[in-house]
């Protein structure tokens, strides 16, 4: 079962109940019915066409350092604008690591059901690439992919599924991902020079993707190498030699910035802005090494942690064809929601058999009442075949549920948010403010699995001298 959020860690494999779903690549081919559900992008220059998809989440930043947010700290002027003539949502969670979170987004699931290993998406699940591609769009995604395999658990091959990809960190590109990068495009490894910055090559290679397909449909995937660390100046830095990582984090941020600017601007280029929905929001909270000043106090991030500061991600939403801007939204949303949310703005059906964690907030973009969640689910076990779990990136087994205000652990532990957002002091059983929530979570967490999936040890050559998982 799943224990808490204390260090201990407890594991009964006879428990699994409601594992994963999985479902072959080739019965989904056969199987997926796509149909159009006559959702058009309002306005004049709506057509038949189905709208572009342009997902860009940055890596490791959490809602603190973004103007949108009222961050003074980073300068952010394009998201700024972005989410002035969108919607910005105030209340988007992520998990509080990469991979967790890239599995949630591309599966449009709880990790608790589909997780394997770190750094790797099992082969067998539908993902958001199959989505688009089987409905005929043009696909393709550049920067950090991270889901080749993990140490125990095989994963899909760099781009899989994509019909073109330029990626860092796919088993042939372990070196740098910032200046005189290591890049694989297409399986090929890219010669760089050392003055070129893989920021760069992403984009550049995703703009030649969107203006290559400007008379299509297209699926257009960014998750970022922007703004991890190392932190290092970027080509905008007045110092290019500083070492100042506080410093040098801030330009990063307005680099992801800059070019979150560069996607508008080639959109509006091609003429494609009201075809479009552009979608921004970052995997998991800020790195612990960054303060930043947010409303009268410093946030140090927490990736890794459960905390606010560890999941609390922004989230901007434009799409000036189709929704109304201006607007702010602080409806939960969760990362699994994200592939049904751009499937409905699409006007694509997810397969018979496919059951999906996440629900569509794309209705509540259009201005409808759509179905707001009550709660959200965090399941995180991001090294479920590490030795110890003594750091937060090698985490021992816990899951939550939380509303806007309370956060409910499956030991039992509850917090109130609004007046301990750092999770210090559980509330007592006893306390009957609290009582309705600690209710209505618990009822919430047991529709969930008691226990994450287990993908077995020794499933791919690679597992081979791996420290045996503790629960065996
Ligand atoms: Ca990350």
Same mark, same amino acid.
């Given at each position: 079962m799943i224990s808490s959020?204390?260090?201990?860690?407890?594991?009964?494999?006879?428990?699994?109940?409601?594992?994963?779903?999985?479902?072959?690549?080739?019965?989904?081919? $056969?199987?997926i019915a796509v149909c159009l559900l006559g959702i058009s992008l309002a306005g004049a220059d709506a057509s038949e066409r189905r709208p572009n998809v342009v997902l860009l989440m940055a890596d490791d930043v959490g809602y603190e350092c973004f103007g949108a947010y009222g961050s003074r700290q980073y300068s952010t002027p394009r998201l700024?604008?972005?989410?002035?003539?969108?919607?910005?949502?105030?209340?988007?969670?992520?998990?509080?690591?990469?991979?967790?979170?890239?599995?949630?987004?591309?599966?449009?699931?709880?990790?608790?059901?589909?997780?394997?290993?770190?750094?790797?998406?099992?082969?067998?699940?539908?993902?958001i690439t199959e989505l688009f591609r089987d409905a005929g769009y043009a696909?393709?995604?550049?920067?950090?992919?991270q889901l080749q395999g993990g140490q125990n658990a095989p994963g899909v091959p760099p781009g899989d599924g994509f019909d073109t990809y330029c990626l860092w960190n796919t088993g042939n590109t372990e070196?740098?991902?910032?200046?005189?990068?290591?890049?694989?495009?297409?399986?090929?490894?890219?010669?760089?020079?050392?003055?070129?910055?893989?920021?760069?090559?992403?984009?550049?290679?995703?703009?030649?993707?969107?203006?290559?397909?400007?008379?299509?449909?297209?699926?257009a995937y960014y998750p970022m190498a922007l703004v991890h660390s190392p932190f290092l100046p970027t080509p905008h830095s007045k110092k290019r030699e500083s070492e100042d990582e506080q410093r040098n984090f801030e330009d990063m941020v307005a680099y992801a910035d800059y070019i979150a600017g560069r996607f508008h601007d080639a959109l509006e280029a091609l003429g494609l802005v009201r075809s479009t929905v552009f979608i921004f929001t970052s995997d998991n909270g800020t790195h612990h090494r960054i303060d930043s000043s947010f409303g009268?106090?410093?946030?140090?991030?927490?990736?890794?942690?459960?905390t606010d500061a560890g999941t609390h991600v922004p989230l901007i939403v434009s799409a000036p064809g189709a929704i109304r801007g201006g607007r702010v939204i602080d409806d939960l949303i969760d990362f699994a929601d994200f592939l049904p949310t751009v499937a409905e703005a699409a006007?694509?059906?997810?397969?018979?058999?496919?059951?999906?964690?996440?629900?569509?907030?794309w209705d509540r973009l259009r201005g409808g009442p759509g179905n707001p969640r009550?709660? $959200?689910?965090?399941?995180?076990?991001?090294?479920?075949?590490?030795?110890?779990f003594d750091n937060p990136y090698r985490h021992p087994e816990v899951a939550y549920v939380r509303d806007k205000r309370y956060k409910l652990y499956a030991d039992g532990q509850l917090f109130d948010l609004r007046s301990d957002p750092h999770e210090v002091s559980p509330l007592p059983p006893s306390d009957s403010?609290?009582?309705?929530?600690?209710?209505?979570?618990?009822?919430?967490?047991?529709?969930?699995p008691a226990s994450g999936a287990r993908i077995p040890s020794g499933r791919s050559a690679a597992s081979k001298g791996a420290p045996r998982p503790r629960w065996q």
């Open positions: 959020r204390s260090r201990k860690m407890i594991r009964n494999p006879s428990s699994r109940r409601g594992q994963g779903r999985r479902y072959t690549r080739q019965f989904m081919r $056969h199987a700024n604008r972005l989410a002035d003539g969108g919607v910005r949502f105030t209340n988007c969670y992520s998990t509080p690591l990469c991979t967790p979170s890239r599995v949630a987004l591309m599966t449009g699931m709880s990790n608790v059901r589909n997780y394997a290993d770190f750094g790797s998406l099992l082969p067998d699940q539908y993902t696909t393709a995604v550049a920067g950090k992919w070196g740098r991902r910032y200046w005189n990068p290591s890049i694989e495009c297409d399986g090929e490894i890219l010669e760089v020079r050392e003055d070129q910055y893989g920021p760069d090559i992403f984009t550049d290679f995703l703009l030649d993707f969107i203006s290559a397909n400007r008379d299509r449909p297209f699926f009268g106090t410093t946030i140090r991030g927490d990736k890794g942690a459960l006007g694509l059906a997810i397969p018979d058999g496919v059951a999906l964690d996440g629900i569509s907030f009550e709660w $959200h689910y965090t399941y995180y076990f991001p090294r479920p075949f590490a030795a110890e403010a609290s009582a309705s929530a600690r209710r209505k979570l618990g009822t919430a967490l047991a529709t969930m």
